[in-house]
T-cell receptor, first 113, second 113 residues
Framework: DADVTQTPRNRITKTGKRIMLECSQT?????MYWYRQDPGLGLRLIYY???????NKGEISDGYSVSRQAQAKFSLSLESAIPNQTALYFC????????????FGPGTRLLVL | AQTVTQSQPEMSVQEAETVTLSCTYD???????LFWYKQPPSRQMILVIR??????QNATENRFSVNFQKAAKSFSLKISDSQLGDAAMYFC??????????FGGGTRLMVKP
């Protein structure tokens, strides 16, 4: 079984809809992250959480919110989706004792019409 | 803010040959980590190799090795005996405490049979 899972893997939605992307991990890591990747570009950080009570904005948090329901679960919400949020979204985890290496989920491809 | 630059948008290599992908970064820190991630068409982000800045010895993982030049802020990836399965996007990334993982724009590697 994969250590970091994301659901759904693909999603099509309409402008103005609220959607949630979910991430679960079995690695036992405290730190979790949400990234966005646009075509031909590297990943950019949306939000991150170092433990259940810790939530921090990343580089591009506007239009997004997150919830850390448990150590193993970190959800990303788009309150009112817009077309320029069409992108590939990745969840990742890390363990600070593991040389800050981040382990990524398989990604969710989101299309906002 | 830290920046990571990959100056080669695309590279091509003949199967079984060696190729080097370039990466430079900008930082005023002395303690940090550098990574190369591979993103094949499956879009999964896969860790290739990691380098701790305090280590002078270049990291090696099987056919993958790095040339870490701390003073020059350069971190290139060498792939030896290239295989068809090496074809992917490769991302260089930088991390230090207090900052999040910063990615370069990526290099698309094509492997010719």
């Amino acid at each position: 079984d994969a250590d970091v899972t994301q659901t759904p893997r693909n999603r099509i939605t309409k402008t103005g809809k609220r959607i949630m992307l979910e991430c679960s991990q079995t690695k036992g890591h405290d730190r979790m992250y949400w990234y966005r990747q646009d075509p031909g570009l590297g990943l950019r950080l949306i939000y991150y959480s170092f433990d259940v009570k810790d939530i921090n904005k990343g580089e591009i948090s506007d239009g997004y919110s997150v919830s850390r329901q448990a150590q193993a679960k970190f959800s990303l919400s788009l309150e009112s989706a817009i077309p320029n949020q069409t992108a590939l979204y990745f969840c990742a985890t890390s363990d600070p004792s593991g040389f800050e290496t981040q382990y990524f989920g398989p990604g969710t491809r989101l299309l906002v019409l | 803010a830290q920046t990571v630059t990959q100056s080669q948008p695309e590279m091509s290599v003949q199967e079984a040959e060696t190729v080097t992908l370039s990466c430079t970064y900008d930082t005023s820190e002395s303690d940090y980590y550098l990574f190369w991630y591979k993103q094949p068409p499956s879009r999964q982000m896969i860790l290739v190799i990691r380098q701790e800045a305090y280590k002078q010895q270049n990291a090696t993982e099987n056919r993958f090795s790095v040339n870490f030049q701390k003073a020059a802020k350069s971190f290139s990836l060498k792939i030896s005996d290239s295989q068809l399965g090496d074809a992917a996007m490769y991302f260089c990334a930088y991390y230090n405490a207090g900052n999040m993982l910063t990615f370069g724009g990526g290099t698309r590697l094509m492997v010719k049979p």
